[in-house]
Structures are given as structure tokens and as C-alpha cells.
């Protein structure tokens, strides 16, 4: 079955850097559209960048920069210059049905991993 499963979060101080995965599995990963949302206690879930197989790309937070590597069936999001307001659990996800458009909106995305909690410390 398809399964998408983050790394690389953990505690950061403000300013520093970290690099997020999303290994995906059991599915055609190199057609799929990828994307990155983040949910913060209380707030919607936010969305932060999208992918798609050529590697053409969307990013909604400057300092974040999305990428992919279809041999490797894995995704990733480069998060530098850190705030504490990008504290969140940081979600990947997919979507099978893929287009020329790059979604923003979650209904949008078929799969999602189980996250991966990023605390920046001030």
C-alpha cells in the first residue's frame, strides 16, 4: 500500500537550519505530485511547497526550498534561517491524479505521511 514517511525534524535554535525526507513507498513516485504542509497547535494546516516530477516547483516560504529525487522515491524540504513560528509538525504528501498545476490546497493530495515534529528554539 502507499506510505510516506517523514524524517529530520527534532529541536533547532532560531536561525539554524534542517533538512526534512519523505521516503515514499507503493506508489509511482516519479508521476506523483509531491507537496509539504506544516499544522501548528490550533492553526489550519499551512501549506508550504509542492513538486512535480520534472522537479518544476512552488514554494510558499522563501527561505524553504523544495526537491526531489525520483530514483530514490524520496522528497525533501531544506528549512533554513529558522523562527520559532515555523515550530509545527511538518506533513508530506501526494497526489496521484497529477496535472501541469502544482495544488496548494491539502484536499487536494491523496496521501499524507504521519509527520514530523520541528521545534525552533528561541
Known amino acids: 500500500q502507499e506510505q510516506l514517511v517523514e524524517s529530520g525534524g527534532g529541536l533547532v535554535q532560531a536561525g539554524g537550519s534542517l533538512r526534512l525526507s519523505c521516503a515514499a513507498s507503493g506508489l509511482a513516485f516519479s508521476s506523483v505530485l509531491m507537496a509539504w504542509f506544516r499544522q501548528a497547535p490550533g492553526k489550519e494546516r499551512e501549506f508550504i511547497a509542492a513538486v512535480n516530477w520534472s522537479g518544476r516547483s512552488i514554494t510558499a516560504k522563501g527561505q524553504f526550498t523544495i526537491s526531489r529525487d525520483n530514483a530514490k522515491n524520496t522528497m525533501y524540504l531544506q528549512m533554513n534561517s529558522l523562527k520559532p513560528e515555523d515550530s509545527a509538525v511538518y506533513y508530506c504528501?501526494?497526489?496521484?491524479?497529477?496535472?501541469?498545476?502544482?495544488?496548494?490546497?491539502?484536499?487536494?493530495?491523496?496521501?499524507w505521511g504521519q509527520g514530523t515534529q520541528v521545534t525552533v528554539s528561541s
Open positions: 504528501a501526494a497526489r496521484r491524479l497529477t496535472t501541469e498545476v502544482l495544488y496548494t490546497a491539502s484536499n487536494k493530495y491523496d496521501s
